[in-house]
């Protein structure tokens, strides 16, 4: 490539999943050059949906200066996005934040990727947890820490942190994520991004003109219903998105649930769990409904959450299959109606991997799991539109 144009923002997308920072990247006018990205499943996904970008489906670690720089401008490009796998650092399951393993030193290659694109900027993302997180299970050291002092290291000393809200970026969503933005430019003035609403958007905006499905049937829903909201209007405008228009509603595929499994999500109210009917019923009427199949054998805390329709959800997660039911329907949600609770477009397009697949492969994600662990395209928007203030300064 030569030398870009004036105004012109360049980004190489770390660690891409199925696309979520560059489809908020690209509404804010950001120019993604090379996605970085090991699972066959998200590589499918971005590629159809952003088939200007380079895409190298490699374990990052094996990618090489080759493989990158005769796609970037000669001077380097201006930021580097980098959010690594977060199962290590947090705190939803048992398990995951016992983990002391090389996933949680692969800021790392964010780190050299910057280096070696001469990138002016490079943002980290993740879970909040991250914070709390140590360098191994025997010291105070923190992992945050050492990522700031490598960042130091390779020159990019000028930092900030920060932990930001979805819902106060249009995100239907209890989503916090933290972030650091580092560069090279002692000089620059950084800053993250001022939120875009004091009135969080809710479930019921969210998924507003989409129709209902019925559960074990092959009827998938393909018109969208005349209700609109706010929100639901700018998830189909792709204009905002700078996408190819489209209109058809796609991914709104009902699931197949067992008999005993709807009379389960017929117990619960908007707002109640699994973990709340265990509370609610016990002795021979537990057992009753156990021996039905109702309710199982165990309970588990984050599993069939009725959602409130007057508020966001909870955090949209890789198993957000399991973990919600729809506010009014008995049954969970559909892929559409998870990719409106992350903020990605209507228009998008989740052709990688099955509709569902074993968590136990993880060298493939189905088309939940590349929601859940994506990055929230409006989230991503906000920064890409303060990343273009910022780089006025230069």
Same mark, same amino acid.
């Given at each position: 490539m030569g030398d870009k144009k004036k105004g012109y923002v360049t980004h190489i997308d770390c660690f891409s999943g199925p696309g979520g920072i560059c489809t908020g990247f690209r509404a804010a006018g950001l120019h993604t050059l090379v996605a970085i990205e090991y699972i066959e499943s998200c590589v499918q996904t971005y590629m159809k949906n952003h088939p200007e970008v380079h895409v190298i489906h490699s374990d990052i670690r094996d990618v090489t200066e080759e493989q990158i720089l005769p796609y970037i401008p000669k001077g380097g490009v201006d930021i580097v996005t980098s959010g690594m796998p977060c199962e290590t650092f947090s705190t939803a399951g048992n398990t995951s934040r016992s983990f002391y393993d090389d996933r949680q030193f692969l800021f790392r290659e964010g780190i050299r990727i910057a280096k070696l694109s001469n990138a002016k900027f490079i943002l980290f993302e993740n879970v909040p947890a991250i914070t709390t997180k140590t360098v191994t299970k025997n010291t105070n050291r923190l992992i945050v820490d050492l990522i700031k002092k490598e960042l130091t290291q390779a020159g990019y000393s000028n930092y900030i942190e920060v932990v930001l809200d979805s819902t106060k970026f249009g995100v239907p969503q209890r989503r916090n994520r933290f972030f650091i933005l580092a560069t090279r430019l002692k000089e620059v003035k950084l800053s993250p991004p001022k939120p875009t609403t004091e009135i969080a958007v809710t479930v019921e905006e969210a998924l507003k003109g989409l129709p209902n499905v019925i559960p074990n049937t092959k009827n998938?829903?393909?018109?969208?219903?005349? /209700? *609109? /909201?706010?929100? /639901?209007?700018?998830?189909?405008?792709?204009? =905002?998105?700078? &996408?190819?228009?489209?209109?058809?509603?796609?991914?709104?595929?009902?699931?197949?649930? &067992? *008999?005993?499994? %709807?009379? &389960? =999500?017929?117990?619960?109210?908007?707002?109640? /769990?699994?973990?709340?009917? =265990? *509370?609610?019923?016990?002795?021979?009427?537990?057992?009753?409904? !156990?021996? !039905?199949? %109702?309710?199982?054998?165990?309970m588990f805390i984050k599993r069939n959450y009725r959602l409130k329709d007057n508020e966001p959800s909870p955090t949209v997660t890789s198993h957000c299959l399991d973990e919600f039911v729809h506010p009014r329907f008995n049954r969970a949600l559909t892929v559409r109606e998870c990719a409106r609770l992350q903020s990605f477009p209507d228009s998008y397009d989740f052709c990688g991997g099955p509709y569902i697949v074993p968590h136990l492969n993880r060298k493939v994600q189905d088309k939940y799991e590349q929601i859940g662990d994506a990055v929230p395209p409006l989230l991503a928007y906000a920064w890409g539109m303060e990343i273009k203030k910022i780089m006025e300064q230069i």
């Open positions: 998938e829903a393909t018109e969208y219903l005349q /209700s *609109e /909201s706010t929100y /639901s209007k700018l998830l189909k405008d792709d204009n =905002f998105w700078n &996408r190819k228009q489209s209109n058809s509603l796609t991914y709104h595929m009902p699931m197949n649930h &067992r *008999e005993c499994t %709807i009379k &389960r =999500f017929g117990l619960l109210k908007q707002g109640e /769990s699994l973990k709340n009917l =265990f *509370e609610k019923y016990s002795g021979k009427e537990l057992e009753l409904l !156990q021996s !039905q199949r %109702i309710l199982p054998k165990k």
